[in-house]
């Protein structure tokens, strides 16, 4: 009689988080010792404790707010708010972002169903400006910036200046038959809200949390181990700021509601080259465009991640000059 094939389960983020912290502690002895003999890594272990803990209680309130999100407002019912003029959606979507934060993990899959009803330019704006204008993230720019309110004011701006302008290039010249993936399968209308919060807030903080984790390393180990006039060169070509402050975004994938830490900790660059790293990460960046071509396809993928890509660092350098200026 044959046995049924048992199925092997694969460890997932809590068991590899688990692992870690058990392997730190038992190297404690070790780190303690490497941490005493070299002045550097002591010098970016600080630096790192300092990013990561400043921005922990914003990214547990954001996954919290997240979470509410994915279980009380569907895309059904955001559908019915946008208005019926195409470019007046867009324009609803994207202020009705602000009103609705979210995770950009969690932006995705709803402009998906949004975008099913014809609202395409205003889904996708809604995907652009919920990440990274909603209160979590300009508060948490405040405070990540403190004394600098023209900071809050120019990512606000340049990024929902963003999202309106590639909600109305889609509107223009987008095409349906770029979207090849069918619709993805909603969460079971019948399942209690309490498990619909609880998933989506874990899952959210888990891959959250570790792009923290690689984004706060990324920060402490440039300003511990490269040399200080590698940094001085890089701040006196404006240029040269902007253009390595762009691709960063893209390549760490920081979550909206934690980056403005760790753009602060680029103390020795001007805020022009930070501002477009918070403007490019929430618009575009490695795990985004994985999650669109997941969600759309890689037709739409390829064509709309780059011109986002163009957009956002466009959008802040422009908005960025007439509000910061230079510094």
């Known amino acids: ?195 619909v919060f609880t998933g989506a807030a874990r899952h959210d903080f888990l891959q959250s949390a570790g792009y923290l984790v690689l984004g706060a390393a990324a920060v402490a180990l440039l300003r511990a181990f490269v040399p200080s006039w590698v940094f001085g060169h890089v701040a006196g070509n404006l240029l040269v700021g902007i253009a390595m402050m762009a691709v960063l975004a893209v390549v760490l994938a920081l979550c909206s509601e934690a980056d403005a830490f760790v753009a602060a900790g680029f103390t020795m660059l001007p805020l022009l080259p930070r501002l477009v790293f918070l403007v490019v990460g929430p618009a575009i960046d490695v795990k985004l465009f994985a999650m669109q071509v997941g969600m759309f396809g890689r037709a739409f993928a390829v064509r709309f991640a780059p011109v986002t890509f163009v957009v956002a660092t466009a959008s802040a350098v422009v908005v960025g000059l007439l509000v910061l200026g230079t510094t």
Do not use: K, Y
Request: hydrophobic share 55%; aromatic share 6%.
């Open 1 to 195: 009689m044959a046995t049924p094939a048992t199925t092997r389960r694969r460890a997932g983020s809590l068991e590899l988080l688990l692992v870690g912290l058990i392997a730190l502690a038992l190297s404690a002895s070790v780190v303690s010792d490497l941490l005493t003999t070299n002045p550097r890594v002591a010098a970016a272990a600080t630096i790192f404790c300092g990013v990561f803990v400043q921005a922990l209680p914003f990214l547990v309130l954001g996954v919290i707010v997240s979470g509410l999100v994915a279980a009380f407002v569907t895309a059904e019912r955001l559908q019915r708010w946008l208005p019926r003029r195409p470019v007046l959606a867009v324009a609803a979507a994207g202020v009705g972002g602000a009103a609705l934060p979210g995770c950009e993990c969690g932006s995705v899959p709803v402009a998906r169903r949004l975008f099913s009803g014809g609202t395409g330019g205003a889904a996708l704006t809604f995907m652009l400006s919920a990440p990274a204008i909603n209160p979590v993230v300009l508060v948490a720019t405040a405070v990540a910036f403190p004394g600098q309110p023209q900071m809050v004011v120019a990512r606000c701006v340049a990024s929902l200046l963003t999202a309106v302008v590639m909600g109305l290039l889609w509107q223009r010249w987008g095409r349906t038959d770029w979207v090849t993936r069918t619709l993805p399968t909603p969460h079971d209308d019948a399942a209690p809200r309490w498990a």
